[in-house]
């Protein structure tokens, strides 16, 4: 059976850092692409970064680029969200999903998580 577990969420300051996993197991082989969305109280959950678990390939929404880094173990089958200089604005419950393609499109997706609350405040 599919699963997906993240962890890794906490109450860090601005500009502190953070690292987020991400566990899934029990899929196919076509569903292999990764990745981390975010939703923030009052907003649409929107998309951060996806990784093709097959070759490492990565997609960053503007936002993440030069801070977020996403990554993946194959032994361990797991995907990490690597975040610095973190902001206010970072703030969100942050999914973990798969999909068997590549998008920025959460409707693509069709395994989540439950979630992992990031706050970014002083």
């Known amino acids: 059976q599919a699963q997906i577990a993240e962890s890794g969420g906490d109450l860090v300051q601005p500009g502190g850092s953070l690292r987020l996993f991400c566990e899934a197991s029990?899929?196919?082989?076509?569903?292999?692409?990764i990745a981390w969305f975010r939703q923030a109280t009052g907003k649409e959950r929107e998309f951060v970064a996806v990784?093709?678990?097959?070759?490492?390939?990565?997609i960053y929404t503007d936002s993440a680029k030069g801070r977020f880094t996403i990554s993946r173990d194959n032994a361990k089958k797991s995907v990490f969200l690597q975040m610095n200089s973190l902001k206010p604005e970072d703030t969100a419950v942050y999914y973990c999903?798969?999909?068997?393609?590549?998008?920025?499109?959460?409707?693509?997706?069709?395994?989540w998580g439950q979630g992992t609350q990031v706050t970014v405040s002083s």
């Open positions: 999903a798969a999909a068997s393609r590549v998008s920025n499109d959460q409707s693509r997706y069709d395994y």
């Open positions: 029990g899929f196919g082989f076509d569903y292999s692409k």
């Open positions: 990784v093709n678990w097959r070759n490492g390939n990565t």
